[in-house]
């Protein structure tokens, strides 16, 4: 039984599809994943959705859907991997003892409950397919045929030692990890050798396109339009939905239509993009160095990203500028003028949550006055407080004239000239790599984190970094003299 005949079947699928017209999209889409015969609407309709002529002669190996909110992506990849684990028998390529997995991961569990649930109501209203379930809980569920369905989180070392018959990548634009800068790539190229003795091995990626960048875009470039054993369909909502209102949209498009366009109509963004790349990054890095040593005759400068101790981290970098000594000759003040100083970051620390503000800001303190900082600049965070706290160290906060966004466009030039020096701190690197520059409707550029993402190191870094490509008489850093 193919997988239109068990939609279509009274005994199984059919009762929980209301109106199968509606689904029409989906059903065409379900006919090109696993080859079976289109007739010439469903041919045009299969044109429309993923801009190919030629539907597949065979089963896909992948599968990316790039449709818009809304549009049924999740029940339909529900469903495909609720025939894939009930349907097929995959025991001859399993060993004893060994059980075939249909992972699911998303950017955290929460989000990938929404498929299990989706997944366990198809089984459990099917008594033929209820009675394959041997155990089952929130986050998993084994049947008696040597299938486990299980939830996974997004990180390419939880797929390692397992069988993948079936990898479903729930918002795969929207993963976010503190181990890369590239995460959807790193767990898909882990996925894949798990899959790889399984034949006829399924992976599906779904989302919202976001940027232009990461695996979807990649694969949306390389794949979208061509005959491939990859298949790339790229839908809006109300293609893949008939069901959803005009007015849903249109209000969209009223209040944000740049947004609308990625959201309801699966455009990827061209209004945001990486703002460092990652060879800007490498090449600034000393390999190995984490923290410099203070030095008697450097005038340092501190940044201080605070925080309230149960959320984000509350962090602090020191950085200084280099100068030349008097040149002693015509040729030695040509080569200073060629050679522009260079801004080396000195520390870059960052205490995570839970903690207590006050014995951060101690602790901070001892730090900057071993560096000769009796000042320290960050951002309006909680007003007083800040101020109060580090003053009662011997320490005067100034609040920055530049937001967080400013401090990461003016320390732009330095790494596009190759004028700093970074420490090799790993959560700094994946920091800066994953900023994301924004163009506004003003046509003004922004920069800051990702979606569910952080830059409390990148945001002290930058704004230690920004305050030495300051005058010198401007830099809000004295050396310390002693309280």
């Known amino acids: 039984m193919n997988i239109i005949q068990a939609i279509q079947d009274a005994s199984l699928f059919r009762p929980l599809f209301k109106n199968l017209d509606s689904w029409k999209s989906w059903l065409c889409i379900l006919k090109a994943i696993f080859a079976l015969r289109m007739d010439k609407k469903e041919r045009a309709l299969f044109t429309q959705l993923t801009g190919r002529e030629t539907p597949p ?9 790039v449709v ?30 060994e059980r075939g997995i249909i992972m699911i991961t998303a950017t955290d569990r929460r989000q990938a409950r929404v498929i299990m649930r989706f997944i366990q109501a198809l089984i459990n209203q099917v008594p033929m397919l209820a009675a394959m379930v041997e155990r089952q809980d929130v986050e998993s569920l084994d049947l008696n045929n040597q299938i486990s369905i299980e939830i996974t989180t997004a990180s390419f070392r939880t797929n390692r030692g397992r069988t993948v018959v079936c990898f479903i ?11 890369s800068a590239n995460p959807d790539q790193e767990i898909l190229a882990s996925v894949r050798p798990a899959m790889a003795t399984i034949p006829n091995a399924l992976l599906f990626c779904i989302g919202s396109p976001y940027r232009r960048a990461g695996a979807m875009y990649e694969t949306y470039k390389r794949h979208y339009g061509h005959d491939s054993p990859i298949l790339v369909v790229q839908a809006t909502s109300q293609q893949m939905n008939p069901c959803i209102p005009d007015s849903v949209i249109t209000r969209a498009m009223e209040v944000d239509p740049v947004a609308a ?26 390999c190995g160095r984490q923290e410099r040593s203070p030095q008697p005759d450097i005038q340092y400068v501190a940044f201080c990203d605070p925080s309230g101790g149960a959320h984000d981290s509350m962090t602090l970098a020191i950085a200084h500028r280099t100068t030349y000594r008097t040149p002693r000759s015509a040729q030695e003040e040509r080569d200073q003028r060629e050679r ?3 801004v080396v970051l000195d520390v870059c620390r960052a205490v995570v949550p839970p903690f207590s503000p006050d014995a951060v800001v101690k602790e901070f303190c001892q730090v900057l006055r071993t560096y000769h900082c009796s000042t320290v600049v960050g951002d309006r965070y909680s007003m007083e407080w800040v101020r109060e706290s580090f003053a009662r160290q ?12 400013e401090c990461y466009l003016e320390a732009l030039p330095l790494f596009m000239t190759g004028c700093v020096e970074l420490l090799d701190i790993r959560k700094l690197t994946m920091e800066l790599q994953q900023l994301e520059r924004r163009t506004g409707r003003s046509g003004k550029d922004s920069v800051s984190h990702p979606p569910s993402g952080h830059d409390d190191l990148a945001n002290s870094c930058c704004g230690a970094l920004s305050l030495c490509t300051q005058h010198r008489s401007e830099i809000h850093a004295v050396k310390f003299t002693g309280f």
């Open 57 to 65: 002669t065979q089963q896909v190996e992948e599968c990316w859907l």
């Open 68 to 97: 818009g909110r809304r549009g049924g992506k999740s029940r339909i990849v529900a469903l495909i991997a609720t025939y894939l684990a009930c349907f097929r028998d995959y025991r001859p390529h399993l060993a004893p003892g």
């Open 169 to 179: 990548g729930e918002e795969t634009p929207y993963w976010r990890s503190e181990e």
């Open 261 to 286: 366009q990625s959201e309801f109509f699966a455009q990827f963004r061209n209004d945001i993009g990486s703002f460092l790349d990652s060879d800007s990054i490498d090449r600034s890095i000393e």
């Open 340 to 342: 522009p100083p260079r």
């Open 394 to 405: 011997g320490i005067l906060y100034k609040h920055s004239e530049l937001t967080a966004s």
